[in-house]
T-cell receptor, first 110, second 112 residues
């Protein structure tokens, strides 16, 4: 079993839909990151969470430390949101080193 | 924030040759990380590079295959040595600044 599991693996939505991507992890963490990777390969950090909820524009990220679960929500999705979304955790014992989920491929159709 | 650049952005190399990838950060950082992303896979940490000390390699990665230099607080190189087609991947460097993670744009390597 992977330490970080994401669901779904692939997600297709229509423009304007509300989207949720889930991340579960099995280890103690100091932080959880949500990352966005576009087809060219470059990665952008969206959120870093250690508790609660963060919002940036149409993106919302939540984390439940007790349940070892995080969600990334996209409101009013747009085709430019099409990308791979990756959940990554920093172990409590390994500082800045990250363990990555396998990513969720999101496609938003116009 | 930190801005990271990598060179080259992509390359096609022949089996048996070596390629050195450069990573430049616009801020001084203690640790730099090198990741590999094989086709269709997520990222895997190759090694952690601290300035002034030997890099720390993850299980499955060795210095002879992936030598790393870290001459100062803003620069690092990763060499992929004696390449085989299995080394075809995206290689990314990353830094932590404050509590944020920043990633370079990646180097897309194809080995023929």
């Amino acid at each position: 079993k992977n330490e970080v599991e994401q669901s779904p693996q692939n997600l297709t939505a229509q423009e304007g839909e509300f989207i949720t991507i889930n991340c579960s992890y099995s280890v103690g963490i100091s932080a959880l990151h949500w990352l966005q990777q576009h087809p060219g390969g470059g990665i952008v950090s969206l959120f870093m969470l250690s508790s609660g909820k963060k919002k940036h524009g149409r993106l919302i990220a939540t984390i439940n430390i007790q349940e070892k679960h995080s969600s990334l929500h996209i409101t009013a999705s747009h085709p430019r949101d099409s990308a791979v979304y990756i959940c990554a955790v920093a172990h409590q014992t390994s500082g800045s080193r990250l363990t990555f989920g396998e990513g969720t491929q999101l496609t938003v159709n116009p | 924030s930190a801005v990271i650049s990598q060179k080259p952005s992509r390359d096609i190399c022949q089996r048996g040759t070596s390629l050195t990838i450069q990573c430049q950060v616009d801020s001084q950082v203690t640790m730099m990380f090198w990741y590999r992303q094989q086709p269709g896979q997520s990222l895997t940490l190759i090694a952690t590079a601290n300035q002034g000390s030997e890099a720390t390699y993850e299980s499955g990665f060795v210095i002879d295959k992936f030598p790393i230099s870290r001459p100062n607080l803003t620069f690092s190189t990763l060499t992929v040595s004696n390449m085989s087609p299995e080394d075809s991947s995206i290689y990314l460097c990353s830094v932590e600044l404050g509590f944020e993670q920043y990633f370079g744009p990646g180097t897309r390597l194809t080995v023929t």
